[in-house]
C-alpha cells in the first residue's frame, strides 16, 4: 500500500521558493528586454538578434514563468488538499 502525504511546513516552503524563483525570471526577462531595446546596435546582425530575441529566448522565457507560477499553484492546491484531508 502506497503511502501519500507531506510535512506541510515543506510544502509551504517548496510553493514559496518557486513563486520567488519565477519573480526572480519574470525580472531577468525585463531587464534583459529592457537592455536588448536600449542597446545601440545596427545592421543585419542586431536585426537577427532581435528578431530571435522576440520570437524564441522572450516567449521561452515567458512559458517557464508562467510553468513556474503553475507549479506553484499546484504546489498549494496540494497542500491545501493535505490540509483538509488532516482536518
Same mark, same amino acid.
Given at each position: 500500500?502506497?503511502?501519500? *502525504?507531506?510535512e506541510? !511546513?515543506?510544502? /509551504?516552503? #517548496?510553493e ?6 519565477r519573480?526572480? #525570471?519574470e525580472?531577468l ?8 531595446? !536600449?542597446t %545601440?546596435?545596427? *545592421?543585419?546582425?542586431?536585426d537577427?538578434?532581435?528578431? /530571435?530575441?522576440?520570437? %524564441?529566448? %522572450?516567449p521561452? &522565457? +515567458? +512559458? &517557464? %514563468?508562467?510553468?513556474?507560477?503553475e ?5 498549494a492546491? +496540494?497542500? /491545501?488538499?493535505?490540509?483538509?484531508? *488532516?482536518?
Amino acid at each position: 500500500m502506497a503511502v501519500v *502525504g507531506a510535512e506541510l !511546513a515543506s510544502l /509551504t516552503r #517548496l510553493e514559496a521558493a518557486v513563486a520567488q524563483q519565477r519573480a526572480a #525570471l519574470e525580472q531577468l526577462r525585463a531587464s534583459l528586454a529592457n537592455q536588448i531595446a !536600449a542597446t %545601440e546596435w545596427t *545592421g543585419q546582425a542586431a536585426d537577427r538578434f532581435r528578431a /530571435t530575441w522576440a520570437e %524564441e529566448h %522572450e516567449p521561452a &522565457l +515567458r +512559458r &517557464l %514563468e508562467a510553468a513556474l507560477q503553475e507549479a506553484s499553484s499546484e504546489v498549494a492546491r +496540494r497542500r /491545501t488538499a493535505l490540509e483538509a484531508a *488532516g482536518a
